[in-house]
C-alpha cells in the first residue's frame, strides 16, 4: 500500500490510501497485483488517470508480471470522509477568511455569459432562505454585477469597526445578507474597466473584510463566466468551497462549460451537479418549444460525471422577477418550482447544511451555559 501513496485522486487532490480508496492489495505466486480501488462514483471520468498512474508505478517494481483491478465505489459515508480529508489537505494552504467555518459555500458558475447564471443564484438563494436558512450571496461577477437589482436590494455597504456590513433582506423564515460591487458604484450602468489584479483585491475584500454572520448556512457565490482570474482566485480563497455549473442546451454552451468543470476539479473543487436553464419554453397551449436545442445538460453530467441536478424552463416570470427584484421562485409557475426542487434537492441530499448540535464549538457553549446556571444556583443557595 505504501507505493500507493503516490497516486494522487486529480479531482481530490489526496492520495487514494489516504481517501480510504485502495481498498485491498495482493501479490499472486505468478508477480500479479491484484487491487480493489473504490472510486468516488462509479461514472468517474478520471478513472483512466487513476489507473495509468497506478500501473506505472506498480510495473516499474521487481518481480510485478501485470495489474488487475477490481473497480468498486465508496459508499456514501466512506464519500464523504474522502471528501472531508481532501478538503482539509488543501485548506491547510488556504488564506484566513471572515466566512465562517459552518458555512457552505456554494460557486455558481458558467462557462459563458448569458446562461441565465445570475438568474439561478439569486433564485436559489431566494428559494433556500424561504425555507428558513440564512443565506449569504457574493456578487463576484465584478464587471456584470446584477445581483441587487435581481433581489430588490439597494443601499450603501457600510465598515463597522472595520468590516463591510451585508445589507440585509428577510424572506419567509430565513433572510439574504448580499455584498456586491453595484453597492458601492453611483450607478447600475457605470463600467467598471479594472485589471485583473484589482478584481481579485475586491473579491479579497468580501472574503476577507465582510463581517459575514456566524449562523449563516449557506454563501452563494455568483462567478463571472469563465475560467479567468477571479474564478481561479476564489477557488485558491476557498477550498472547501463546492460548485454548481450552469449551462443551456447548446452543444456550444455544454462544451464551454465543461472547461470550468475542469477549472474547479484542478483546484480540488466538487462539482455538485448541473443545472440547465433555459431547456423548453412552454407555449400558452402547453405545447412545449425547444428554443436552444436539447441535451446539452444531461450531456454535461454525463461527460464530467456529476448529477444533473434539474432543468429550469423559459418563463417570463424569471426576467420580470428579476427586473423588479422579485425573484421567480417567491411565486409560482414552472420555473419556481424547479428552482424549488432543486433548492430541496441541494438543502436535504447534495450539499446539507452543517448540522451544529454536534459541532464541538457549540457542545463547548452548552456545556460552559449548564456551568455557569450551576453556578448561578450555587451563589444563590
Not at 479531482?11 to 491484484?34: T, Y
Not at 488564506?95 to 455558481?108: F, R
Not at 405545447?287 to 454525463?302: I, K, M, N, W, Y
Request: with cysteine; net charge negative.
Amino acid at each position: 500500500m505504501g507505493l500507493l501513496r503516490g497516486v494522487i485522486d486529480p479531482e481530490l487532490g489526496s492520495d487514494i490510501v489516504e481517501l480510504g480508496m485502495a481498498k485491498s492489495a495482493r501479490v499472486d505466486p505468478d508477480g500479479v497485483v491484484r487491487l480493489e480501488i473504490a472510486l468516488t462514483t462509479s461514472g468517474c471520468p478520471l478513472r483512466g488517470q487513476i489507473q495509468k498512474d497506478i500501473r506505472s508505478r506498480l510495473t516499474s517494481l521487481p518481480g510485478v508480471t501485470g495489474v488487475k483491478i477490481n473497480w468498486t465505489e465508496l459508499n456514501a459515508d466512506e464519500r464523504a470522509e474522502a471528501m472531508s480529508k481532501a478538503r482539509f489537505n488543501v485548506s491547510q494552504d488556504a488564506p484566513d477568511t471572515a466566512i465562517p467555518a459552518t458555512t457552505k459555500v456554494l460557486m455558481i458558475a458558467s462557462g459563458k455569459g448569458g446562461v441565465g447564471k445570475s438568474s439561478v443564484t439569486t433564485n436559489l438563494a431566494a428559494a433556500l432562505a424561504h425555507k428558513g436558512y440564512a443565506v449569504g450571496v457574493m456578487d463576484a461577477d465584478i464587471w456584470g454585477f446584477s445581483v441587487p437589482r435581481m433581489l430588490g436590494v439597494s443601499g450603501d455597504l457600510l465598515a463597522v469597526e472595520g468590516k463591510i456590513q451585508p445589507l440585509t433582506r428577510p424572506i419567509g423564515e430565513g433572510r439574504l445578507e448580499v455584498v456586491s460591487m453595484g453597492f458601492l458604484v453611483g450607478q447600475e450602468d457605470s463600467a467598471l474597466m479594472w485589471r485583473g489584479l484589482m478584481l481579485n483585491r475586491a473579491v479579497q475584500h468580501f472574503c476577507q473584510d465582510v463581517s459575514w454572520p456566524d449562523d449563516l448556512d449557506y454563501l452563494l457565490i455568483d462567478m463571472p463566466p469563465g475560467t479567468g482570474d477571479v474564478q481561479m482566485g476564489l477557488a485558491k480563497m476557498l477550498p472547501r468551497a463546492e460548485m454548481v455549473v450552469v449551462t443551456t442546451p447548446a452543444l456550444n454552451a455544454q462544451k464551454v462549460a465543461a472547461r470550468v468543470v475542469d477549472m474547479g476539479r484542478k483546484n480540488y473543487l466538487r462539482i455538485v451537479g448541473v443545472i440547465e436553464n433555459m431547456t423548453e419554453f412552454i407555449a400558452p397551449d402547453g405545447s412545449a418549444h425547444r428554443l436552444f436545442g436539447a441535451g446539452g445538460g444531461s450531456q454535461l453530467a454525463a461527460d464530467v460525471g456529476a448529477p444533473l441536478l434539474g432543468r429550469v424552463p423559459i418563463e417570463s416570470a424569471v426576467s420580470e422577477g428579476g427586473d423588479i427584484g422579485e425573484p421567480a421562485v417567491l411565486g409560482s409557475g414552472a420555473a419556481a418550482d424547479e428552482f424549488r426542487a432543486i433548492a430541496t434537492a441541494i438543502a436535504e441530499e447534495w450539499v446539507p447544511p452543517t448540522e451544529m448540535a454536534g459541532c464541538s464549538a457549540r457542545m463547548l457553549d452548552a456545556a460552559m451555559a449548564a456551568l455557569d446556571a450551576l453556578d448561578a444556583t450555587e451563589s444563590t443557595a
